[in-house]
T-cell receptor
Framework: GAGVSQTPSNKVTEKGKYVELRCDPI?????LYWYRQSLGQGPEFLIY????????DSGLPNDRFFAVRPEGSVSTLKIQRTERGDSAVYLC???????????????FGEGSRLTVL | AQSVTQPDIHITVSEGASLELRCNYS??????LFWYVQSPGQGLQLLLK??????LVQGIKGFEAEFKRSQSSFNLRKPSVHWSDAAEYFC???????????FGAGTRLTVKP
């Protein structure tokens, strides 16, 4: 499709399990962002990539969270030893370049809802 | 500290009434400013953005926003609200030294018939 695609749309897991969330950005977009949105909150920045490298990972809450983008396109957010507090919607966005550049816009996927029981 | 604030958590307006949603930021310069809308089960959609120039910005769906440097504000307005405007609205900023987008907590808009 033409937009940002995120899978799975819903994921239910048990505390302590490992989870991977996938993001397929718009073709040609070099910048990719991960956000986390808890109920009633605005999106919280986690990490962004410019190409294959993580340009800023300062938003990752702890070392259980990790993200990769090995070929500069698809990205995977990985969460180890999940906790109930990790339950949220994880949003991915892409942009033609850093911070939207000339377009000034991030294009968002519909998110992956993670529930940790 | 750099921050973006939306003072109103929830606003209710009657259909056809005017709307203003507030957004303030804290930063030593003028950031890039955005408004996004999020409807239930939908992704975030850009309404409008401000980089520079004319401080009154027109967006989609009849929305506009005005940048006021003296007040560090970027309030969103619409002259006549439609029932389909009911959604969550997020103000977002890009601070130059971060190069990533930060969001306010959001304002939930309810439209009464």
């Amino acid at each position: 499709g033409a937009g940002v695609s995120q899978t799975p749309s819903n994921k239910v897991t048990e505390k302590g399990k490992y989870v991977e969330l996938r993001c397929d950005p718009i073709s040609g977009h070099t910048a990719l962002y991960w956000y986390r949105q808890s109920l009633g909150q605005g999106p919280e920045f986690l990490i962004y990539f410019q190409g294959t490298g993580a340009a800023d990972d300062s938003g990752l809450p702890n070392d259980r969270f990790f993200a990769v983008r090995p070929e500069g396109s698809v990205s995977t957010l990985k969460i180890q030893r999940t906790e109930r507090g990790d339950s949220a919607v994880y949003l991915c966005a892409s942009s033609p370049d850093l911070a939207g550049g000339s377009t000034g816009e991030l294009f968002f996927g519909e998110g992956s809802r993670l529930t940790v029981l | 500290a750099q921050s973006v604030t939306q003072p109103d958590i929830h606003i209710t307006v009657s259909e056809g009434a005017s709307l203003e949603l507030r957004c303030n930021y804290s930063y030593g310069a003028t950031p890039y400013l955005f408004w996004y809308v999020q409807s239930p089960g939908q992704g975030l959609q850009l309404l409008l953005k401000y980089f520079s120039g004319d401080t009154l910005v027109q967006g989609i769906k009849g929305f506009e926003a005005e940048f006021k440097r003296s007040q560090s504000s970027f309030n969103l307005r619409k002259p006549s609200v439609h029932w389909s405007d009911a959604a969550e609205y997020f103000c977002a900023v890009v601070f130059y030294n971060n190069n990533d987008m930060r969001f306010g907590a959001g304002t939930r808009l309810t439209v009464k018939p």
